[in-house]
Structures are given as C-alpha cells and as structure tokens.
C-alpha cells in the first residue's frame, strides 16, 4: 500500500483536552477522529486494527463453536421493561420514538434481544447448549464521556450469549468462553489479570473480569503478588481480625457542638476512629436500611447491594435522615432507630464505641450491640486496604490501577424468566433456559494495548493486530536508485504473505522517521543513502534495535526479525 494513497492525518500537537497517552497518541497518529463527546471514527489504519482484532476473536469463537450473528441496534423498549433493565439503567439508554410513537432505545447490550430471538426455538434440550455472538457498535448515554475510546458514548463490542438445559453446559460455556479470552488477549499481547468482578445490572451469579492493569485505568483491582487472587475493588475480601474485648461500661450521652465527621469526633472526644462507628443510611428499593461500620472503613455499595439482592440502592438524603429514620445528618447513629440494622463483621467485636445519638450536637460513649441496640445481621460490607491479608492469611493485598476489556457472567434465568423462554426436559418438562453472556470492549482493548505499549515516540502493535506487518521508507523519493530497491524490497517481502506500507510521500527524511514511530509499525526498512550498494537498514519498532543488510537478504531478515522479535 502506497501511503500517499492512504488516510493518515498526523499531528505533532498533543491535543489539549486527551489525558489518556493512548487517546493522544491515536489523535497524533491519525487513527481516530472525534465526531462529538464520547464518539470517534475509526480512520483507516485504527479500522484495520479493529478488523485484525475482530478475526483473532473470530478465530478463538469458532474454536469453541460460537456462532457469528447480528442483531438490531435498534430495539423496542417493552423488551428492556420486561426484564426490569429499563429503570436500572436510565439515563444510560438512548430513547428514541418512531413516527408512530413507538418508543425504542440504543442498545447498549443484547441479552434481551438475544433471549427474544430464540424463545419457542430452542424448545427442547437437544438443542442445547448453544451459544451466539456478534460484533457490533453499542450505545451508553456517559454522563462524563472520557480518555477517547476508553469511556464513550457509542463504542464496538463483541457480545456472545449461551443458552443450555444444565448447570453442567452452563459451565462448561463459561470455562469455555474463558479460555478463549485468555488466547484472545494473549494474541493482541497484552498484560492482563482474570479477577473476581461483580455482575451489577447484568445480574446472575458468577462473574469474571478481564482487566488490562494502565496508570489511565478507572477500576481498582486487588490482588497478592503470588498471583493466587485478583479481585476488582467493589468484589474484594480480606481477613478480619477482630478486636480484643473490653469490660462493658455504662452508656453515656457526650455533647459534640458541630462535630459530625468521623476525624472530627475522633478528635474532638480523643478516641481512634477505630473505636467509632460509622452509621449510613441507606434507601434499598425504597426500604430504608442503616448499615454499621467501623469508622476506619467506607461501606461498599455493591457488597451491599448484592447482600440484598436489591435493584436500586443509593444514600439517603437529609430529609430522608429526618423523615425515615428518625434522625439527624451528622449524628445519626444506632440507638433507638426503627429501621433495619446491618453492619459489617468489624462491628461485631467492637465494645464500649461512640456512635451517633440521633440528636443535633450529641453522640453516645461506651454503646455495645445487644445491649445498646441490636443488629439483624453481621456480614462483610467493607473496602478492604492496601496491607491488609488475604482471607487465608498467607498474604498481603495490593492495588493497582486497570481497564475492563473483557466481562464473562452466568446469568441463570434472569432474563429467559422474565421473557418466557422455554424449553421441554428431557422428562417431557417445561424449564427455562440457563444463560451465560460474555463481551469484549473492543474499541476498550484498542486503547488497552496502547496504553500498555505506546512510548514517547508513538504506538507500538505487536504482530496479530498491526495494520501492516512492515513501512518501508526510501529516504529520498527524487533518487530512482532508492525507490527501485524499496519497491523490490517491498515485493520480496509482500511474497512472503507480509503486508507493506511504503511511504512514497514527498517528505523530508526526518518527518518520515517520526510518523513511522507514531504509526508504529513493527518493523521497518530504510532505503537510504546505501541503496547504491544494494544495502538496507532494518529496525525493530519495539526494541530499536537495528540491522544492515544486502537486498538479497532483506526480506527473510524482516521475516525471521517479524516471527522472533516482535511479540
């Protein structure tokens, strides 16, 4: 391919509003445009990375006999109201009504429309298992679209979906699908960690993350340098060591003028905030719910809300506070509440704390659960830290930054429950169907790699996904010594079912070098000032490293340098 013939916008500037190195670096390299906040087009050279990323998971889906389709982007609402999505996901969803008021969304994902599409099909269990993907655009309305393709509003997804008759194909699809991720992000080269993730609105039951660790990542994973857990942030566990006990002392109300935060208290009445406890009010599908903590810790909201299998949850408000719990912000605490009381496993050993007193400028010494108050239940609601063990005690947790490119859940019959999607046993008896789902973030793993294997000098592709395999440069177009050999270097090359980019470009030698680091093909070969010796320079994207060679051997160099050195 002649580059002045292909689309290639470079720019020197880093744009001022991309923070992401892989958002710069794909707006400088010419491989993305953004059309509005949170959408971009895919310029030729990021549509051919797409498209090589799209055949290696094409690959890796026939291996385990999943099925390619494609269906509507476009769907009726009634089908996400159904499955109770609709409300859970809210501003989210694109809406839209047709001329005949028909109201219909962007869909965001496809397990409703894949559990419609088969429904009184696979009536009977020797259908089963089965499993159906696609690769398609999806639409999320981001309040904060952001670092380019990493968080946008429309974005590309490869989606699959299992449907089974057992719990033994269900996971035999699960542990399927996830092996093929594994050699899916294997073959793009990225560094990448399977971790314990929470299904969230997809529901179901278990669910793995695929998360790229980057500086730029917005989850939190969790994990022990022997390898042996990984968890995200909102799913993480650690051991709880329970605190010495202490003789019970007499309840004692304490005046706390203003003082309302836990570091304040902790201040104010000379306690750690390890003696405190930290009192949250909660509403869980309009129920109000107080969940108790120790005051060192944060409560997490997806513990939480799975412990309660509740759709909605979110923190009360003030006048929520007042009118449902009977209390005050600021100084809301356990005593004498009528709502239902969780409270974390660090909680359960405390003795003699300081709590709220549900009065303006008040707390209470020395309060014990079953004396004081009492708690409905005891489980763990916390944001486990940095140090602390992991639940078997043989190590310490870490933290570190990443991106989610890949989500494997097992839905159950969530969403064949609520659209009615069944099938006869093999005793003749009607069940619904088991489902699994699965996605990759494509345009999400586009910017994984970057970020991982950019540098200073531009993007970096290993050799499944690169656009083309090698960039030919002959330094000076004017000298038809130096063009005729790249062009027959090129073509040995293209023999050997490499692909070629040659830069024919009017350009100075030094611009050239510059946007070939910043496109970053894996190898490249400069047809210099040597030419008249037969001679050519071979260079290594990733490692710099660099050979001369004679026309003859060109071609296999770049080959066995392609097979060996590039990753």
């Known amino acids: 391919m002649k580059q002045s013939k292909l689309f290639i916008p470079t720019t020197k500037e ?25 959408t971009y087009a895919y310029l030729p050279l990021a549509w051919k990375v797409v498209q090589n990323i799209q055949n290696v998971i094409r690959e890796e889906m026939e291996k385990i006999d999943a099925v390619e389709m494609m269906v509507p982007a476009v769907i009726p609402s009634d089908l996400w ?10 501003d989210t969803l694109f809406k839209l009504n047709d001329r005949h008021n028909r109201e219909f969304i962007l869909g965001p994902t ?3 429309t894949m559990t419609y599409i088969v429904k009184d099909l696979l009536n009977s269990y020797k ?22 393709l990493l968080r946008g509003r429309e974005f590309l997804m490869k989606d699959a979906y299992t449907f089974a008759s057992s719990n033994e194909q269900l996971d035999q699809s699960f542990n399927d699908m996830e092996q093929a991720y594994r050699n899916i992000f294997d073959r793009c080269g990225l560094n990448y960690q399977v971790i314990l993730g929470d299904a969230g609105a997809m529901g179901g039951s ?18 022990s340098k022997n390898g042996e857990y990984a968890a995200n942030i909102e799913m993480a566990t650690s051991k709880f060591i329970d605190n010495s006990f202490e003789d019970i002392k007499e309840l004692k109300e304490v005046a706390t003028p203003n003082i309302k935060t836990i570091s304040e208290v902790s201040n104010y009445l000379g306690y750690p905030e390890t003696k405190l406890i930290k009192s949250m009010a909660f509403i869980a599908d309009e129920e ?20 309660l299998d509740a759709d909605n949850l979110r ?7 007042v009118s449902k719990f009977n209390s005050v912000p600021g100084f809301i605490g356990p005593i004498g509440t009528k709502v239902r009381i969780l409270a974390d496993l660090t909680v359960e050993s405390m003795n003699n704390s300081v709590v709220g007193a549900n009065k303006i400028d008040a707390h209470y010494e020395n309060a014990n659960v079953n004396r004081d108050f009492s708690v409905s239940s005891f489980s763990d609601f916390r944001i486990v830290k940095a140090g602390e063990l992991t639940e078997d005690g043989k190590n310490k947790l870490e933290f ?9 859940f097992k839905l159950g019959t969530k969403y064949s429950d609520s659209l009615n999607a069944k099938f006869l046993d093999e005793n003749g008896r009607q069940q619904s169907l088991l489902m699994g789902c699965f996605g990759i973030g494509i345009s999400r793993l586009l910017s994984a790699i970057c970020e991982q294997s950019a540098d200073k000098n531009g993007l970096v592709w290993n050799k499944e996904i690169t656009p083309y395999d090698v960039h030919v440069i002959p330094v000076n177009t004017k000298d038809d010594t130096q063009v005729k050999l790249a062009e027959q270097v090129s073509t040995a090359i293209e023999n050997l079912k490499m692909s070629v980019l040659i830069d024919d470009r009017k350009e100075r030698a030094g611009v050239k070098f510059a946007e070939s680091d910043l496109i970053g093909l894996p190898i490249r070969v400069t047809v210099g000032k040597k030419a008249s010796e037969g001679i050519v320079e071979i260079k290594v994207r990733a490692t710099g490293d660099t050979y001369e060679v004679n026309k003859e051997e060109a071609a296999k160099k770049v080959q066995e340098l392609f097979l060996n050195d590039v990753k």
């Open 110 to 112: 496809h397990e409703e």
């Open 206 to 223: 278990d669910s793995k993350e695929f998360s790229a660790p980057a500086e730029i990542g917005e989850d939190t994973i969790v994990y």
């Open 14 to 38: 880093i744009p001022a509003d991309a923070e992401a190195l892989s958002h710069q670096m794909m707006l400088r390299a010419g491989y993305i445009k953004q059309i509005s906040a949170g």
């Open 127 to 148: 259908k089963l298992p089965i499993t159906l993907y696609q690769l398609q655009d999806k639409f999320r309305d981001e309040d904060r679209p952001r670092y380019g």
């Open 400 to 408: 570190t930054k990443g991106i989610e490119i890949g989500h494997i």
């Open 81 to 90: 109201k159904k499955s109770g999505r609709y409300n859970t996901y809210g």
């Open 288 to 307: 109000p719910i107080m969940v108790l903590i120790r005051g060192d810790y944060e409560v997490n909201d997806v513990k939480l809300k799975n412990y």
């Open 315 to 321: 923190e009360a408000t003030e006048e929520e506070i």
